[in-house]
């Protein structure tokens, strides 16, 4: 990159253009890139949580919708959401997946429209921003998995809080202050990821070259407590799924911070491999681009460093970065080092610095618009058709382990994720004549993940439930002590176990352990209906307690 090209958002030459066509050409692209994902059906992958048993949809329950987490975070409005949707076509997954769909194209006009206007309405650098947001395949995880609703809800409130904060920097109305906190606090209200809205609000601030004044900051108050309020919040409904430290030493957690950053920004080129899970390296061998990454992140200070004064550069890669600050692992979540989802805002800035290099070169050697052509359709060609594939993968829960396994044979998470599948296969009656090999093969996969992550719970779940139906009793009544043992205390899945733990306590003959365990389940829920029957055949067969 030459010192001396400056990289402008606001060439003048190539953009008088009718806006609309445009418009419309990138969300036909985008709508089409996406359209096999309307035939999808609901996976394994956290849509149990977070739909097909979620009670608090049913009804809806609208107290629990504003009081009670869900998968381990705080945000009512993504399921009221899914309530609705709930209300229009019960546990068909269409309407769920058209919304997600529809939101996604309305979050690809919204990058359209906050481009157009921090570039000076630069329409070229509006039309490929937007595109390559659009049909960016690592978006597929976002758009295309039903539980990640809460990525394209809260990038639809945080784009329209951009979007009115600006026109606040242009205009100094109150009312579009407001309007910025307002949906800043809808955002909010969808996803926690939001609470770094008053960083980049800061970064508008640079962008449009405010000085910096007491108003500045007092300006922001609202927005900051708003996030700290739920910073705190987010951090108590976290807090059982955070990895102890014990899991990786402290010394570690910046080397995958590092990585993080360096692999979102690789794989904003090159989208391979894709896949719905990406494991930690095993702590005996790390792996060279982990230990390297550290490099990565001095030469991108150096070029911050070099290229100071180019405003374009700085803001994009500021604004990659603060979107990518609460997903760095810093503070373990989940088994993943990296996660697809995580880069759908954080692209926005790499795709405005990709697209205003590239108008910018255009201006400068007189090329007019063929640079701007030749990256349209090559990104159309090579992401869109990528985008269109991958979301096939996202089908349904077979399709999408087999493919993550393609990648991690080994993934503990994986490997379990896909072992309740098979087992909710073979249990089916269409499926009688396959189902001593499926169980087999899902025996198999909880055997692998199982010794890769021994506290896998629901692998011991899975494994459990088969050794019952194939009476291996004791066998089951192992993995029912550490279902117990491993799940969250009070919770349906540890109620499950000590329904299993029942069921095979009373085909060994032992009715007062089998009474116990069926109690102990009816405790947590009245509604297990194997406890409640089983928990009766004991009464009638060995105590004839018939009442």
């Given at each position: 990159m030459?010192?001396?090209?400056?990289?402008?958002a606001?060439?003048?030459?190539?953009?008088?253009?009718?806006?609309?066509?445009?418009?419309?050409?990138?969300?036909?692209?985008?709508?089409?890139?996406?359209a096999?994902?309307?035939?999808?059906?609901?996976?394994?992958?956290?849509?149990?949580y977070?739909?097909?048993?979620?009670?608090?949809?049913?009804g809806?329950?609208?107290?629990?919708?504003?009081?009670?987490?869900?998968?381990?975070?705080?945000?009512?409005?993504?399921?009221?959401?899914?309530?609705?949707?709930?209300?229009?076509?019960?546990?068909?997954?269409?309407?769920?997946?058209?919304?997600?769909?529809?939101?996604?194209?309305?979050?690809?006009?919204?990058?359209?429209?906050?481009?157009?206007?921090?570039?000076?309405?630069?329409?070229?650098?509006?039309?490929?921003?937007s595109?390559?947001?659009?049909?960016?395949?690592?978006?597929?995880?976002?758009?295309?998995?039903?539980?990640?609703?809460?990525?394209?809800?809260?990038?639809?409130?945080?784009?329209?809080?951009?979007?009115?904060?600006w026109?606040?920097?242009?205009?100094?109305?109150?009312?579009?202050?407001?309007?910025?906190?307002?949906?800043?606090?809808?955002?909010?209200?969808?996803?926690?990821?939001?609470?770094v809205?008053?960083?980049?609000?800061f970064?508008?601030?640079?962008?449009?070259?405010?000085?910096?004044?007491r108003?500045?900051?007092?300006?922001?108050?609202?927005?900051?407590?708003?996030?700290?309020?739920?910073?705190?919040?987010?951090?108590?409904?976290?807090a059982?799924?955070i990895?102890?430290?014990?899991?990786?030493?402290?010394?570690?957690?910046?080397l995958?911070?590092?990585?993080?950053?360096?692999?979102?920004?690789?794989?904003?080129i090159?989208?391979?491999?894709?896949?719905?899970?990406?494991?930690?390296?095993?702590?005996?061998?790390?792996?060279?681009?982990?230990?390297?990454?550290?490099?990565?992140?001095?030469?991108?200070?150096?070029?911050?460093?070099?290229?100071?004064?180019?405003?374009?550069?700085?803001?994009?890669?500021?604004?990659?970065?603060?979107?990518?600050?609460?997903?760095?692992?810093?503070?373990?979540?989940?088994g993943?080092?990296?996660?697809?989802?995580?880069?759908y805002?954080?692209?926005?800035?790499?795709?405005?610095?990709?697209?205003?290099?590239?108008?910018?070169?255009?201006?400068?050697?007189?090329?007019?618009?063929?640079?701007?052509?030749?990256?349209f359709v090559?990104v159309?060609?090579?992401?869109?058709?990528?985008?269109?594939?991958r979301t096939?993968?996202?089908?349904?829960?077979?399709a999408?382990?087999?493919?993550?396994?393609?990648h991690?044979?080994?993934?503990?998470?994986p490997?379990g994720?896909?072992?309740?599948?098979?087992?909710?296969t073979?249990?089916?009656?269409?499926?009688?004549?396959?189902?001593d090999?499926?169980?087999?093969?899902?025996?198999?996969?909880?055997?692998?993940?199982?010794?890769?992550?021994?506290?896998?719970?629901?692998?011991?779940?899975t494994?459990?439930?088969?050794?019952?139906?194939?009476?291996?009793?004791?066998?089951?009544?192992s993995?029912?002590?550490?279902?117990?043992?491993?799940?969250p205390?009070?919770?349906?899945?540890?109620?499950?176990?000590?329904?299993?733990?029942?069921?095979?306590?009373?085909?060994?003959?032992e009715p007062?352990?089998?009474?116990?365990?069926?109690?102990?389940?009816l405790?947590i829920?009245?509604?297990?209906?194997?406890?409640?029957?089983?928990?009766?055949?004991?009464?009638?067969?060995?105590?004839?307690?018939?009442d």
């Amino acid at each position: 990159m030459d010192k001396k090209t400056k990289l402008s958002a606001k060439p003048g030459k190539i953009v008088s253009k009718p806006i609309w066509p445009w418009v419309a050409l990138v969300l036909a692209i985008t709508a089409v890139s996406f359209a096999p994902m309307l035939g999808n059906g609901f996976t394994n992958w956290d849509d149990d949580y977070y739909v097909t048993l979620n009670n608090l949809l049913r009804g809806p329950d609208w107290k629990g919708l504003f009081t009670q987490p869900v998968g381990n975070n705080y945000h009512p409005l993504t399921i009221l959401s899914l309530a609705l949707n709930y209300q229009i076509s019960g546990l068909s997954p269409e309407s769920y997946f058209l919304v997600n769909y529809l939101l996604h194209l309305l979050n690809t006009f919204l990058v359209f429209r906050f481009v157009l206007q921090i570039s000076g309405k630069n329409l070229w650098v509006a039309v490929l921003t937007s595109l390559i947001f659009g049909i960016h395949p690592m978006h597929v995880e976002s758009v295309a998995w039903i539980s990640e609703r809460k990525d394209v809800l809260y990038s639809f409130f945080f784009l329209l809080s951009l979007i009115a904060y600006w026109k606040f920097l242009l205009n100094n109305r109150k009312r579009d202050y407001w309007l910025s906190l307002l949906w800043f606090t809808l955002s909010l209200l969808s996803k926690p990821a939001a609470i770094v809205l008053p960083l980049i609000l800061f970064l508008l601030d640079y962008w449009k070259e405010r000085k910096i004044t007491r108003s500045l900051f007092i300006e922001k108050i609202p927005f900051v407590v708003l996030s700290a309020v739920l910073a705190i919040l987010t951090l108590q409904v976290q807090a059982p799924a955070i990895s102890g430290l014990e899991v990786f030493p402290l010394w570690t957690k910046p080397l995958f911070a590092c990585y993080g950053v360096m692999i979102y920004a690789v794989r904003f080129i090159i989208p391979y491999p894709l896949s719905a899970f990406h494991p930690y390296p095993a702590m005996s061998d790390l792996g060279w681009a982990v230990m390297l990454s550290p490099l990565f992140i001095l030469a991108l200070v150096i070029l911050l460093w070099v290229f100071r004064k180019n405003k374009t550069f700085v803001f994009s890669t500021a604004f990659f970065v603060i979107n990518l600050l609460l997903v760095l692992q810093v503070i373990s979540i989940g088994g993943a080092i990296v996660a697809e989802r995580y880069t759908y805002v954080p692209y926005i800035g790499a795709a405005f610095l990709l697209s205003t290099a590239v108008v910018s070169t255009a201006e400068k050697y007189r090329y007019k618009a063929l640079p701007v052509w030749i990256l349209f359709v090559a990104v159309t060609a090579v992401f869109g058709s990528m985008t269109w594939q991958r979301t096939k993968v996202w089908k349904d829960s077979g399709a999408l382990w087999n493919n993550t396994l393609s990648h991690y044979p080994d993934a503990p998470v994986p490997r379990g994720n896909r072992a309740s599948f098979l087992y909710r296969t073979a249990i089916e009656p269409e499926h009688a004549a396959e189902s001593d090999s499926l169980f087999r093969q899902a025996i198999d996969d909880c055997t692998v993940s199982l010794k890769g992550y021994p506290g896998l719970f629901r692998s011991h779940e899975t494994r459990g439930l088969i050794y019952l139906r194939q009476n291996r009793n004791f066998e089951a009544l192992s993995d029912a002590d550490a279902l117990i043992r491993l799940s969250p205390a009070g919770s349906a899945d540890q109620a499950l176990g000590f329904s299993m733990r029942g069921t095979a306590n009373m085909r060994l003959n032992e009715p007062g352990k089998a009474i116990a365990d069926f109690t102990s389940c009816l405790a947590i829920t009245t509604e297990d209906d194997n406890a409640l029957i089983n928990r009766g055949a004991v009464y009638y067969s060995s105590y004839r307690q018939y009442d």
